[in-house]
């Protein structure tokens, strides 16, 4: 039984609103990757966007390295998940304050928005915009196995003698 999603279920499940955790390479050959989580932006067939601050070691790493790996899942059972990995095609040097809003709107109260854009304003001039093609794509979703498990069980309860009641023949 594969777990795999389709494309389409991928892209669907990639666009919904999921904390992104971010990998990419060690800038030298024995350091660790580095994996940050992240806020993301994704449309169906379209670039992963992502903001960060333009001096971080996640700037820096993504430069070095061209590419990223992004993957978001779904913590509460029944798991799911999406891992894309590519190459990072654009690296903007500015953030459009539209997008950095929408990002906000996309992960936060609606309530606590306008106060965080305000707080967080130098973001608008200390972060730089990068964005990625998924070109690999691995995705798993339990929701399946979870139904599967709940037929079988429901079987074997069914097939199951009923219990004797342990008053049966008395008198």
Known sequence: MSFAMTRAESERFLAGVHVGVLSVGGAEPDAAPLAVPVWYSYRPGGL????TGRASAKARRIRAAGRFTLCAQQEEPPCRYVCVAG???AI???VDPEERAALARRYLPPATVAAYLVATDE????????RMRPERWLSADFAAV???IAALEGRAAAERPAPEHPTAGCG
Request: proline letters at 5%; zero cysteines.
């Open 48 to 51: 992963i966007t992502v903001l």
């Open 87 to 89: 190459p990072v095609v």
């Open 92 to 94: 903007e040097d500015r």
């Open 123 to 130: 973001q608008l001039t200390a972060d730089i915009t990068v």
């Open 146 to 148: 979870t139904g599967r």
